[in-house]
């Protein structure tokens, strides 16, 4: 079992900047995919960025490319979403979410999450 537990989340005015960090514990992530989704009031859940477990690869949602940067420590077992520039529609409930290799937007393709981190952007 994999225990994913994200923070850095709070709130921040249009413009600034934030980090989170998602910690995993428990079964090794060797191997995993790690991915960002969030998911705003009465919206579903929609994916953000993901990336491989060798760095090499990643990918995001075209809203926030240039703005977010996804990375990973494999010897922290923890992962980094870097959110720059952000606006009010960047407002949500982050989630992390691990595969075993899969990096797409489809929910059901990731084996685990974390309980969500909140962010919220002033205008």
């Known amino acids: 079992q994999v225990q994913l537990i994200e923070s850095g989340g709070g709130l921040v005015q249009a413009g600034g900047s934030l980090r989170l960090s998602c910690a995993a514990s428990?079964?090794?992530?060797?191997?995993?995919?790690m991915a960002w989704f969030r998911q705003a009031p009465g919206k579903e859940r929609e994916f953000v960025t993901a990336?491989?477990?060798?760095?090499?690869?990643?990918s995001y949602v075209d809203s926030v490319k240039g703005r977010f940067t996804i990375s990973r420590d494999n010897a922290k077992n923890t992962v980094y979403l870097q959110m720059n520039s952000l606006k009010p529609e960047d407002a949500a409930v982050y989630y992390c979410a691990a595969s075993g290799g899969y990096m797409g937007s489809n929910t059901f393709r990731y084996d685990y999450w974390g309980q969500g981190t909140q962010v919220t952007v002033s205008s």
């Open positions: 428990g079964r090794t992530f060797s191997g995993s995919a």
């Open positions: 990336i491989s477990w060798s760095a090499s690869i990643t």
